[in-house]
T-cell receptor
Framework: AQTVTQSQPEMSVQEAETVTLSCTYD???????LFWYKQPPSRQMILVIR??????QNATENRFSVNFQKAAKSFSLKISDSQLGDTAMYFC??????????FGQGTRLTINP | DSGVTQTPKHLITATGQRVTLRCSPR?????VYWYQQSLDQGLQFLIQ???????AKGNILERFSAQQFPDLHSELNLSSLELGDSALYFC???????????FGSGTRLTVV
């Protein structure tokens, strides 16, 4: 079964600090896609970053980057120079092909001024 | 605006009632997914449609049903509502390739 595990229910950092959110997943497939979604207090689901499993290069989107370790089935999200607007729930998600997204339980991130 | 439209945004109804949630996918997307998010929980997959046909089912209750119409919009029908059905219901759509799934803003259902 495909599962996604986020081991940090809550995290809190000061503004401008760097924070890393952890995610591990389980699959027997070799080709799949990984995502991080952000859910701010508005509850909107916003795509932050995506990674294709067959690409070894880690994805980067401005202040957001991932550390993708395929052998370890690990997909962590690093947020650099954190901002107050980064306060949100962050969900790691996984999919194989044109199939459903499987989500982790989320990490509640609070950025303190 | 994500391009995925969900209506209504809020819905309050009594136990035992039936409601219909509507979703219009992003232009060109053939796949529609429905997810349920209870308070402070993750997103649970309910059902997927692709170009009008059911593609996959998750933990969807028998009291719930869905369909996707020829114009690709989808409806999620929830019947015999119970207090525990109160949740945020999301619709998402996807197209060719895997550039991420686009979510609507959700329908917040409150059963009283």
């Amino acid at each position: 079964a495909q599962t996604v595990t986020q081991s940090q229910p809550e995290m809190s950092v000061q503004e401008a600090e760097t924070v890393t959110l952890s995610c591990t997943y389980d699959t027997s497939e070799s080709n799949y896609y990984l995502f991080w979604y952000k859910q701010p207090p508005s509850r909107q689901m916003i795509l932050v970053i995506r990674q294709e499993a067959y690409k070894q290069q880690n994805a980067t989107e401005n202040r957001f980057s991932v550390n993708f370790q395929k052998a370890a089935k690990s997909f962590s999200l690093k947020i650099s120079d954190s901002q107050l607007g980064d306060t949100a729930m962050y969900f790691c998600a996984f999919t194989q092909g044109a199939q459903k997204l499987v989500f982790g339980q989320g990490t509640r991130l609070t950025i303190n001024p | 605006d994500s391009g995925v439209t969900q209506t209504p945004k809020h819905l309050i109804t009594a136990t035992g009632q039936r409601v219909t949630l509507r979703c219009s996918p992003r232009s060109g997307d053939l796949s529609v997914y429905w997810y349920q998010q209870s308070l402070d929980q993750g997103l649970q997959f309910l059902i997927q449609y692709y170009n009008g046909e059911e593609r996959a089912k998750g933990n969807i209750l028998e009291r719930f049903s869905a369909q996707q119409f020829p114009d690709l919009h989808s409806e999620l029908n929830l019947s015999s509502l119970e207090l525990g059905d109160s949740a945020l219901y999301f619709c998402a759509s996807s197209g060719q390739g895997h550039y991420g799934y686009t979510f609507g803003s959700g329908t917040r259902l409150t059963v009283v």
